[in-house]
């Protein structure tokens, strides 16, 4: 059957590291996303920004694992940040389950980079 | 010996020829070379005769078959190139007769130990290539006059298309089990559309190879088809079919536009020397837009039956076949795909009649494809040679897909499973954009119809059991979809959970949970916004 396709890079900056997530996140790719997302937590970076602007599609699914990260990094005095295209419809969906008030997000990878 | 009759070139040719088309049929190559050999002792009236063929890895002869010298069979005789009596022959390309062996270079001692005296020989050519050598031996001293050795050597350039084609026809069960492996097994299910496809092996041995067709997702409901055609034969044909296909896969998923993939794939081959050409038409089907883009390196045009039932030839400028030039450049074509649409896609050999325009093939592939109602019986016929009067000395490749047009009302049943979100998801932005659905409603009755459904899958019996149904409608500008599974409601337990019903009711006007028979129904309802303005228009 269809399984969604996502990619995964990753940038490093001084002490950030930055993840753009390309594709749907939903329930069939939420998995993968997860397993390097943790992977590359894992290392010293000190902040997190996760870069949603590409990412066409995004579920409870996709945000339960980003709420789930978040916990994680925070139980290290790491902060996770979004970028979101302001205005999108994954804005909309992140504000209705209060995303926006459990970790910053961001319009642009610059502002995050700038308060990261 | 020297007092009998020789039959005429004619007859014995003749002799010759009733066995060699007989064996492409049944005889394996072994076989084939002793009914070979018989018959060419019997009409020369030697003793001994054997056929030596080139090994073309190492480059010796070895012989495969002989008469009245077995032991060379059985000892596995290998003669370098140029070097003795056999290599001599073939290294010169030319007949060669010993009239005393003792007082020869000869290489293979057997040849002394079986007291063969006198020796002839003539090299096996197929289009200029030595592929072996052939020697007949008498054990008694002989001497080969022009008309035998010319007799001998006509019998050899039979016997060596014969092997040739014996040879090829072993090849042919490979180079046939390689294609049908490199060939998709099962064609992806996507909800709305429908894919077919044949792939027949040449009628020709000489010809199996190298046609390939594709098909599989690419993610955001795009869907990549391909059809390809190796320029050769054979096993090399077929493994370079392998590599090209693999690699195109590769490139696609990694995210490249489909011009960019197909110049990648260029990039890749055209450093294989000698040269290989491959035809390609790669094409990212966007149902949810109605369109696709074509990228076509030197292939077929494409067939494209509207859903006003005529059947069209994609007028396409077509770029260079991959491989032919480094920097070669590729471009897109975008297509408008309307639902009710059929494309069709295949290789020269379901429409190319020698002889006759290409045109004529493909407008005879045109009227047939809009025809025909259905897709495997399309498939079929273009297979078996409907359009080029026969089956085709070539392989050939059909790929359909069938953009199926969405009903008013969407009725639909899918597996409890989390991979049937995605195509759950793509139909109903398919079926929202028809009914007038700004992007953004788009977006949010799909997160909240698949919030629904993944519960559903999550809370299904046992996995691949259980089943859910999706059915929409549209009440007047308003979207009413209802999500039915065979469960009891439940809201998602656990810290980093439960966030799916919070969604459903800020994205939805409303959302209502009912108890249906065996299960529970989620109802939801959403006011497109071009219906709730002109109804406000319309207000006095």
């Given at each position: 059957m269809t399984s969604s396709v996502i990619h995964v890079s990753e940038e490093r900056l001084d002490e950030t590291l930055m993840i753009v997530l390309d594709g749907e996140l939903d329930a069939s790719s939420v998995n993968d996303v997860a397993v390097k997302l943790r992977r590359l937590v894992e290392?010293?970076?000190k902040r997190l920004v996760v870069d949603l602007?590409?990412?066409s599609y995004l579920d409870s699914a996709g945000i339960n694992l980003l709420f789930a990260v978040a916990g994680e990094l925070s139980a290290r005095q790491q902060q996770l940040h979004l970028v979101v295209v302001e205005g999108s419809p994954i804005e909309r969906t992140l504000r209705i389950v209060g995303a926006e008030r459990a970790f910053p997000v961001h319009a642009s990878r610059e502002a995050a980079l700038a308060e990261a | 010996m020297s007092g009998r009759s020789l039959p005429s070139p004619e007859d014995a040719l003749r002799e010759l020829q009733r066995i060699s088309d007989a064996a492409l049929a049944s005889l394996t190559m072994h076989d084939l070379l002793r009914e070979l050999l018989e018959r060419i002792a019997g009409i020369l009236g030697t003793d001994t005769a054997a056929f030596l063929l080139l090994d073309?890895?190492?480059?010796d002869l070895v012989a495969q078959a002989a008469k009245g010298i077995e032991e060379e069979v059985e000892q596995g005789v290998r003669i370098p190139m140029g070097r003795g009596f056999a290599g001599r022959i073939a290294a010169e390309r030319r007949p060669v007769r010993i009239e005393d062996v003792d007082h020869a270079d000869i290489l293979n001692p057997i040849l002394r130990e079986k007291g063969i005296r006198s020796l002839l020989g003539v090299p096996l050519l197929v289009e200029g290539r030595v592929i072996g050598v052939m020697h007949v031996g008498s054990l008694t001293r002989r001497h080969f006059d022009e008309r035998e050795t010319d007799l001998l050597q006509l019998a050899a350039d039979r016997a060596a298309i014969a092997i040739e084609h014996a040879r090829l026809h072993a090849q042919r069960h490979t180079v046939e089990a390689m294609q049908r492996a490199m060939l998709p097994s099962a064609l992806p299910v996507i909800p709305g559309i429908e894919f077919t496809a044949t792939y027949r092996p040449a009628a020709v041995d000489a010809r199996v190879g190298g046609d390939w067709y594709d098909v599989f997702e690419l993610g955001r409901g795009r869907i990549a088809l391909v059809i390809g055609d190796v320029v050769g034969r054979g096993v090399e044909a077929g493994a370079l079919m392998a590599q090209v296909r693999t690699a195109l896969r590769a490139y696609a998923l990694e995210g490249h536009p489909p011009a960019g993939v197909v110049e990648l794939l260029n990039r890749l081959f055209a450093s294989v020397r000698p040269t290989k050409l491959t035809t390609v038409a790669y094409i990212v089907l966007d149902p949810e837009r109605d369109e696709m883009r074509l990228v076509s390196a030197g292939h077929l045009p494409p067939i494209v039956v509207g859903p006003d039932g005529i059947g069209r030839v994609m007028e396409v400028e077509g770029d260079p076949p991959?491989?032919?030039?480094?920097?070669a450049i590729y471009h897109e074509h975008l297509v408008t795909l309307e639902p009710g649409s059929r494309l069709v896609l295949v290789t020269d050999g379901a429409a190319e009649v020698r002889g006759e325009p290409l045109d004529d093939g493909l407008d005879r592939l045109r009227l047939m494809c809009a025809e025909e109602p259905d897709a495997h019986a399309l498939c079929a016929a273009i297979a078996a040679g409907a359009v080029t009067g026969g089956p085709s000395d070539d392989d050939v490749a059909v790929l359909v897909a069938e953009i199926l047009p969405l009903p008013e009302r969407l009725a639909t049943r899918w597996p409890a499973?989390?991979?049937a979100l995605g195509g759950l998801r793509h139909l109903l932005r398919r079926w929202l954009a028809g009914h007038g659905a700004r992007d953004n409603e788009i977006y949010d009755i799909t997160v909240a119809v698949q919030e629904a459904a993944a519960n559903a899958v999550e809370h299904?019996?046992?996995?691949?059991t259980a089943a859910f149904s999706v059915d929409a409608h549209n009440e007047g500008g308003a979207i009413v979809v209802t999500v039915t599974d065979r469960g009891r409601w439940r809201e998602a337990r656990g810290q980093?959970?439960?966030r799916g019903f919070p969604l459903m009711r800020g994205l939805m006007e409303s959302v209502d949970v009912q108890p249906a028979d065996h299960g529970t129904s989620v109802v939801m309802r959403r006011t497109l916004e071009a219906a709730a303005r002109g109804t406000l228009e319309a207000a006095p």
């Open positions: 290392n010293q970076a602007e590409r990412v | 073309e890895v190492s480059g991959v491989g032919a030039f480094r920097a499973d989390a991979d299904a019996y046992a996995p691949g980093n959970r439960g």
